[in-house]
């Protein structure tokens, strides 16, 4: 990972600031997006030290600020090696519960925010005819499960547009690895009512293992999906 660049949205979350610090630590140039502009600012300041970083505040929901983006990206490194999606919302609540806004919050941010990072940056690789796009979609987007219906259509959705992208652009180069990860022990679970027992969930340090090695892969493999779900609770 010596001098690539890396877009890391989402990168204050729990998996997404455990990959920074890795990649950081690996020689990558890291360029961090996330809404929260203090928080992201505090990540820039603590990695600075070991790496060279672009803090740019981003609500991936509107794709002007995308496009922002991945142009300051341009600008400050001259192009994009990588991009992980590690940012998601979740709502988990009976089918009858959920109100419009619900499925408007999940659609936007899961869905249409991941759509429109993968596209922006998907440009910018395809001039250099090389880059690889890691959408963290989580189990959820390959299993189904009481409570999650506005969930699931989201992830299950991420699945669907970039198993589409992914055929439009391996002639140029761009490789797409999906990360179906089982409940993983970060922010995610700090505003779910649902009971679940987080000492037995994934660590995000593991998830940032797997997306560390899908990585450093051989140019020519590509490891198009990666499942780890915690031995407490797998689906098959």
């Not at 961090?32 to 502009?37: G, I, N, T, Y």
């Not at 652009?169 to 922010?187: A, E, H, N």
Request: with cysteine; aromatic share 8%.
């Amino acid at each position: 990972m010596q001098d690539k660049v890396v877009v890391v949205v989402g990168a204050t979350g729990g998996i997404g600031s455990a990959v920074t610090r890795k990649l950081a630590k690996a020689g990558a140039h890291l360029v961090l997006a996330a809404r929260d502009s203090n928080r992201l600012d505090a990540l820039a300041t603590e990695l600075q030290a070991c790496a060279q970083i672009l803090p740019v505040a981003t609500d991936i929901t509107e794709p002007q600020q995308v496009d922002r983006l991945m142009k300051k990206a341009v600008s400050q490194f001259g192009q994009i090696d990588v991009l992980i999606n590690a940012a998601g919302a979740g709502i988990l609540k009976q089918y009858n519960k959920i109100e419009p806004a619900d499925l408007d919050a999940m659609l936007n941010i899961n869905l249409k925010g991941c759509f429109y990072t993968t596209q922006a940056a998907a440009e910018v690789m395809k001039q250099r005819q090389s880059g690889h796009i890691c959408n963290i979609v989580g189990i959820l987007g390959k299993h189904s499960m009481a409570m999650a219906a506005a969930y699931c259509a989201s992830k299950f959705g991420v699945v669907g547009f970039s198993k589409c992208m992914a055929e439009e652009l391996k002639r140029f180069g761009i490789k797409f690895t999906l990360f179906y990860f089982g409940g993983v022990d970060s922010p995610f679970w700090d505003n779910i009512s649902l009971k679940v027992d987080r000492k037995k969930m994934l660590s995000p340090a593991t998830a940032a293992e797997a997306i560390a090695y899908a990585l450093s892969v051989e140019p020519q493999a590509v490891p198009m999906e990666i499942n780890i779900q915690p031995e407490s609770h797998l689906f098959f």
